[in-house]
């Protein structure tokens, strides 16, 4: 999905689906955050009003990197 050309419908709805994907914060030197993506904390969204964000715990990025799923 292009996050540029996204509804904020088809943002919230791909949103709720990556909820259980392993992800790691894009800030890996600077910050290093892995878990999942439930673990993210909502933000309003920078850019749609009417959608939330999820952004890292720890320094509050709102972009972040998908890892190899390990089950
Ligand atoms: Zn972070």
């Excluded at 993210?40 to 920078?46: C, E, G, R």
């Amino acid at each position: 999905m292009s996050i540029d050309n996204a509804t904020p419908e088809e943002w919230n709805a791909a949103a709720r689906e990556a909820r259980d994907e392993p992800i790691e914060c894009s800030k890996t030197r600077k910050c290093g955050w892995k878990g999942m993506h439930s673990d993210l904390v909502s933000a309003p969204h920078k850019r749609f009003a009417n959608a939330q964000q999820h952004v890292c715990p720890c320094c509050g990025c709102d972009s972040y990197y998908r890892r190899e799923a390990r089950k």
